[in-house]
């Protein structure tokens, strides 16, 4: 793996090189971590890798790797958004398979041209929407494709933050409150993509109408911290999708709960190996992660028995498992891709528009 971001003090690069080299398929050899080339050439000794190929920046990277006869095999993009589509693109042009954080790009025309680069380049491209990770996510999925709860009525998601509720001090920060680098969304593309992305998976339906109204709390910010968005889905279930990063107090909150016709579930990232499931009857059942009444995907992302706790580590390392599933040749239907990738930028931008003009119901189309 060469590594696009992460240099000295970044918060997601780390959790990717440990997440990739959990299961000892993946190993991170080269990257670009930085801009800046000095700190980029620092960030060898913080990842333990060859000082030679801690690059100065991506095209030296790309085209000394292609040269090398032990190349990395594929690229992971950990930069702010703004840098997702030029490093994608040239990654993928280069001949090199991609995995991204979230967003897919800062913008959703953006998001088209790397879809379209992603098709012509024939090549894996996988986007880590980490919550897609976590096993009991997997069986919540599988539980209500299953029919537990019956035909899905309403779906609530809310991915409650504190930490941007006064002036955003701190790098982390300062590009997520900058519209030249996070893109059109705020809160609602850092976070409230995440909690879209989870909506979708876990009820496998597809938001198909959006009534958004994003605000900005914090006097000065230019883009949107504390967001509601009323939903629709192709079935006629209806949703509240709630994301916000001024909620004093909050970490990082994400819920969701999912009611149908005879059933009820309730999963939270904060306590990641409970999933609550309520029976028409009234009865509430306790699923654990590691339970042996699990399915078989959920038990396949599992490494540790009941009672020894997995969480967000372990999440990330299950998407690069199926990465490396499909580096190998094979599939793994449930990683999301270029697909979700776009679907997630529509909503961003289809919140971000209608919102700023009071436009009322929206569809969803891509
Ligand atoms: N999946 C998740 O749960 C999750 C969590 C946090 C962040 N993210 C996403 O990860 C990305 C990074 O977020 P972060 O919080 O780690 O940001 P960060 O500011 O902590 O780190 C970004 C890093 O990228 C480097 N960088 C910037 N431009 C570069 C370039 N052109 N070439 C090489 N390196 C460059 C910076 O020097 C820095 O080291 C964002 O897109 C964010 O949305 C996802």
Not at 28 to 39: C, E, H, K, T
Not at 55 to 83: C, G, K
Not at 179 to 199: E, Q, S, Y
Not at 260 to 281: A, F, I, M, S, Y
């Amino acid at each position: 793996m060469a590594m696009i971001g992460g240099g000295p003090g970044a918060f997601i690069g780390p959790v990717h090189r440990i997440a990739a080299e959990l299961d000892r398929e993946i190993e991170l050899v080269a990257g670009v971590f930085s801009s800046d080339a000095a700190r980029s050439r620092a960030a060898a000794d913080i990842y333990r890798i060859d000082p030679a190929r801690a690059y100065p920046d991506l095209a030296t990277m790309l085209a000394s790797e292609r040269q090398r006869a032990d190349p990395a095999d594929f690229v992971a993009i950990v930069t702010p958004n703004h840098d997702h589509l030029p490093s994608a693109r040239a990654a993928l042009n280069a001949g090199f398979a991609v995995i991204s954080d979230k967003p897919m790009t800062a913008t959703l025309t953006e998001a088209h041209a790397l879809a379209k680069a992603v098709s012509a380049s024939g090549l894996p491209y996988a986007l880590t929407y980490t919550y897609s990770g976590y096993p009991l996510v997997r069986e919540a999925r599988a539980r209500i494709a299953a029919g537990a709860l019956g035909p899905v009525r309403k779906v609530v998601v809310e991915y409650p933050q504190g930490w941007l509720a006064g002036a955003a001090e701190g790098k982390q920060a300062a590009w997520r409150v900058d519209p030249a680098r996070a893109g059109a969304g705020g809160c609602i593309g850092d976070i409230g993509v995440h909690a879209f992305h989870l909506a979708e998976f876990v009820t496998g339906l597809r938001v198909s109408e959006l009534l958004a109204d994003l605000g900005t709390v914090v006097p000065g910010r230019m883009l949107d911290d504390d967001c509601a968005v009323l939903l629709r889905f192709d079935n006629g279930a209806r949703g509240v999708l709630l994301a916000s990063q001024i909620e004093v107090g909050e970490l990082n909150g994400l819920r969701i709960r999912v009611y149908g016709e005879h059933g009820g579930l309730v999963w939270r990232q904060e306590t990641p190996n409970t999933l609550l499931l309520h029976h028409g009857d009234g009865r509430t059942e306790i699923l654990r992660a590691g339970d042996a009444a699990l399915g078989p995907d959920a038990a396949r992302r599992t490494r540790t028995p009941g009672g020894h706790p997995e969480g967000y580590l372990e999440a990330f390392a299950n998407l690069y498992r199926d990465f490396a599933e499909v580096l190998r040749g094979g599939t793994a239907p449930l990683l999301p891709g270029a697909a979700d990738g776009l679907r997630s930028m529509a909503f961003i931008d289809a919140a971000v528009r209608t919102s700023a003009a009071g436009a009322g119901w929206t569809a969803l189309t891509i």
